[in-house]
């Protein structure tokens, strides 16, 4: 729905304060998600510019706010190093945006639904692991690991857990006080206390970490300087000394990589992730919203497509809707997509006039974030509902997550996938047809039900019923439920019917016949219900 410029304008004054608290959380993310992805810090500011300045605009949800987001740390990790400079990745990223933004234009935004739940809820928990993981040597300064992770797993562990055991005296321990203090300041933070009070809602967590982290190293630097962190675990944004020298950091995508074939992977891959991703996030944001708001799936993709040809071009990272700053800001009382734009203007002026301060932020504050943000996504009471949930939700989710690990993300959500349909074959392969058995005076009465869809998949349940089926029996068949009824199970009928006289089995039939193409009439009868009248 397009509103008039009234419509924002008579919510300026929830808008406004909601966009400064979606600023606070915004900023210091912006900020991990590029350390956690291996690229300049430089980069997550600048998607998130995008998200608020450019997207806020083009999208048609009020209330979802986008930015870089931790769900696509592992692939532009990755992928960054698989092609060998972030100017390559920037290449990819414009690609995805392109992608998506043909996803909107083929009215692809119903993806979403095809994807099931356990998958996906392992993919948020296998980026979890994968973020606390990585975090840990910045949480303790960790020198030998801050370099980066050598690649997306198994060195990545070695680095984090292994090498770590081994030289304990590398650890930095005012970078490991920070870290630790920080978790607890975000935990505290969301106790069920502090979210009654007030005045502490409207102070983010995340704001507060920050701001212990650089009171903590500058203290100590004044007065204990054996805890002070090392300058190379800090903030390393490059300094304007005016507004117009923005332009001269800014990092372009190199268009000669368009030779490479794995920038094209990279690119399908980054698509399609942030895609689902971003029709995960409005679905959540829908089910937020105090005004019960439905967003155009299909306009949301064309402008998170836009987002990022715009953000790959100016040297950001991939954006999609994230969750995390689009519930603080629905906490914070926003109210249309103007508090969007509000936390863009104030990223763009700490960009131009506070990234002297900025650089004062320790990189341990940051981990801190995102340990935390990994724990939110891969939570045990997450693991314990799975399991209450039953195998065809817990074999899923756990296999997705032990598959990502072990190989990446794209390989482990087609895994993930293939076993989530195994499943969902398996539940309809044992609903479309039922067997009962009851006795009567004339004998064993046997009644076999079709229902809805019967396709060949079921072929060999309904051979394995017709053999349950006794001699000198009664058998009605009853297809009044079912829509469809493939060929192949009504020649396993006529075959049955031919034969059961030989058994003296006697059998009815009740609505068999004619629906072998019912589908087609039905979707037939639906467009024509919907199509709309030419006036």
Not at 139 to 152: C, H, N, P
Not at 173 to 186: N, R, W
Not at 301 to 312: E, H, P, T, V
Not at 464 to 492: G, P, R, W, Y
Request: proline content about 4%.
């Amino acid at each position: 729905m397009i509103h008039k410029a009234h419509y924002y304008f008579h919510h300026v004054k929830e808008d406004v304060p909601a966009g400064i608290v979606v600023f606070l959380v915004a900023l210091p993310l912006c900020l991990g998600i590029a350390l956690a992805s291996g690229a300049p810090l430089f980069s997550g500011l600048i998607a998130g510019l995008v998200g608020g300045l450019v997207v806020s605009w083009l999208s048609g949800s009020q209330l979802s706010v986008s930015g870089p987001a931790a769900g696509l740390t592992v692939i532009v990790f990755n992928a960054i190093q698989a092609l060998g400079s972030f100017q390559a990745f920037l290449v990819a990223c414009v690609l995805a945006g392109i992608l998506q933004l043909a996803l909107g234009f083929l009215k692809a935004g119903v993806i979403g639904a095809f994807f099931p739940s356990a998958v996906i809820k392992g993919m948020l928990a296998a980026i979890g692991l994968i973020l606390i993981i990585k975090q840990i040597p910045h949480a303790v300064g960790y020198d030998l690991s801050f370099e980066g992770d050598e690649s997306y797993m198994k060195e990545t562990a070695e680095s984090s857990f292994f090498e770590l055991f081994d030289s304990l005296h590398a650890i930095s321990l005012g970078a490991a006080v920070i870290s630790a203090v920080g978790l607890l300041i975000l935990i505290v933070w969301e106790l069920p206390w502090f979210k009654t009070q007030a005045l502490l809602k409207l102070i983010p967590g995340p704001l507060v970490t920050v701001v212990w982290g650089v009171c903590f190293n500058e203290f100590a630097a004044k007065f204990a300087p054996e805890w002070q962190v090392n300058p190379s675990h800090l903030v390393n944004l490059p300094v304007s000394e005016q507004p117009s020298d923005f332009f001269n950091h800014l990092v372009f995508p190199d268009f000669s990589c368009l030779s490479n074939p794995h920038v094209y992977v990279v690119a399908v891959t980054i698509a399609i992730i942030a895609s689902l991703e971003t029709l995960l996030s409005l679905e959540a944001v829908d089910k937020l919203d105090p005004l019960k708001r439905l967003t155009p799936t299909n306009r949301e993709l064309k402008a998170q497509g836009m987002g990022n040809i715009i953000s790959g071009l100016l040297g950001g990272l991939p954006i999609t809707a994230v969750i995390v700053r689009s519930s603080a800001n629905i906490n914070a009382g926003g109210k249309t997509s103007l508090s969007c734009f509000v936390h863009g203007v104030f990223l763009l002026i700490s960009v131009l006039f506070f990234a002297r301060f900025l650089n004062a932020i320790p990189l341990a504050c940051l981990a801190a974030i995102l340990l935390h943000t990994g724990y939110k996504l891969a939570k045990p009471s997450m693991f314990r509902d799975y399991y209450h949930k039953g195998l065809s939700q817990l074999v899923p989710f756990v296999i997705t997550i032990g598959a990502i690990l072990a190989t990446d993300l794209l390989k482990g959500m087609a895994i993930g996938m293939a076993i989530g349909l195994f499943f969902v074959i398996k539940a309809n392969y044992h609903a479309a047809i039922t067997l009962t058995k009851t006795l009567t005076k004339s004998g064993n009465h046997y009644l076999i039900t079709l229902n809805k869809d019967v396709s060949f998949l079921n072929k060999a349940l309904l051979r394995k019923f017709i053999l349950l089926v006794e001699e000198n029996s009664n058998v009605t068949i009853d297809a009044q439920k079912a829509q469809f009824i493939d060929h192949d199970i009504l020649e396993t009928i006529d075959d049955f019917l031919a034969s059961a006289p030989d058994n003296n089995i006697r059998v009815e039939t009740l609505d068999l016949y004619g629906k072998e193409k019912i589908k087609e009439h039905q979707e037939l009868v639906i467009l024509e219900e919907t199509a709309p009248v030419s006036r």
